[in-house]
């Protein structure tokens, strides 16, 4: 069994940054895409930013710039260093990991807010 453990949510003032951290811990050959999604009240979820495990990545418009995803592969661990945070990335941030299926942590709490 795999779970994906989050960590680094919490209150931060606007132009504030946070890093989130999310480890995949389990019987794991090897973990590929890895990614973090965000959920705001009464919205959908959403892709935030995804990386392989080569280490190409991706960004969602509104965050390109302002945050960055890094993994490290021994550790089973990705990364989401968010920078310039905005009442608007106020979410529910959910980390993913793809091994034989995809996998979802159970989510962290980012609140921007003066």
């Known amino acids: 069994q795999v779970q994906l453990v989050e960590s680094g949510g919490g209150l931060v003032q606007p132009g504030g940054s946070l890093r989130l951290s999310c480890t995949a811990t389990?019987?794991?050959?090897?973990?590929?895409?890895m990614g973090w999604y965000r959920q705001a009240p009464g919205k959908q979820r959403e892709l935030v930013s995804s990386?392989?495990?080569?280490?190409?990545?991706n960004y969602a418009r509104s965050v390109k710039g302002r945050f960055t995803i890094s993994r490290d592969n021994a550790k089973n661990t990705v990364y989401l260093q968010m920078n310039s945070l905005t009442p608007e990335d106020t979410a529910v941030y959910y980390c993913?990991?793809?091994?034989?299926?995809?996998?979802w942590g159970q989510g962290t709490q980012v609140t921007v807010s003066s």
């Open positions: 993913n990991a793809q091994v034989a299926r995809i996998y």
């Open positions: 389990g019987t794991i050959f090897s973990v590929n895409a």
């Open positions: 990386i392989t495990r080569a280490g190409t990545t």
